[in-house]
């Protein structure tokens, strides 16, 4: 028997969207999208933070935090950039539970340790 794994997705994906932490998630967005100012910051702020976790040179971590924590600071200043930016880690760590469930549902048991290697 095959399954349409693309109608399940679509029916998985509508089940995500009715869970409290994605309406919270929703709602934050909205909020910020009515301030375009801020939502520069945020996308900006999102950016530096990518950028931040896939490209900071060793020799300049220490610097780099530190500039970090105080642009964190003065975005999490605002009420409204706080609460779209804790919406959307919550809606983070229930994907990456997602994920974590879904690679042990398929016993994908890859021996990370070969990686540091």
Avoid: H, W
Wanted: some cysteine; overall charge negative.
């Amino acid at each position: 028997m095959a399954v349409d794994i693309d109608s399940v997705l679509k029916n998985f994906a509508k089940s995500i969207k009715e869970t409290e932490t994605y309406q919270r998630f929703a709602y934050e967005k909205n909020k910020v999208s009515k301030n375009p100012e801020l939502k520069a910051q945020l996308d900006q702020y999102r950016k530096m933070i990518y950028d931040f976790q896939n490209n900071t040179d060793e020799n300049q971590l220490f610097d780099e935090v530190d500039r970090m924590m105080e642009i964190s600071d003065s975005i999490r200043s605002n009420p409204e950039a706080n609460d779209f930016l804790a919406a959307e880690l919550a809606l983070c760590r229930l994907m990456q539970e997602i994920y974590s469930d879904l690679t042990i549902e398929l016993q994908f048991d890859m021996d990370l340790t070969v990686l540091n290697n």
